[in-house]
């Protein structure tokens, strides 16, 4: 078996573990909904105090921002600088 086989086979296993994980201890956590809570009741507030007539200037920043974020985060995460705990946001 080369490298690249036994990587393939990890990966499988840390993702089986990762859903596992996710499925048992964090998908109806408390927590998961508070922050799910939190971030709606943040769009609605923007909703309501947001100029609309500058609303595809906004939409566009924050569509880059959200990129952005997403790639560093995914970086990150895949190359071993950080992970993501839901318990410890509490």
Known sequence: MDNFEIIQQTRETLGQLVISRYLSNELFSFNRWFLLAILVGTY??????????????????????????????????????????????L
């Not at 595809?56 to 920043?61: S, V």
């Open 44 to 89: 609605v507030v923007w909703w309501k105090l947001i100029d609309k007539k500058r609303l595809m200037e906004l939409l566009l920043f924050g569509s880059f921002v959200a990129v952005s974020v997403t790639f560093v985060e995914s970086f990150g995460t895949t190359v071993g600088l950080w992970g993501t705990n839901i318990s410890s946001f």
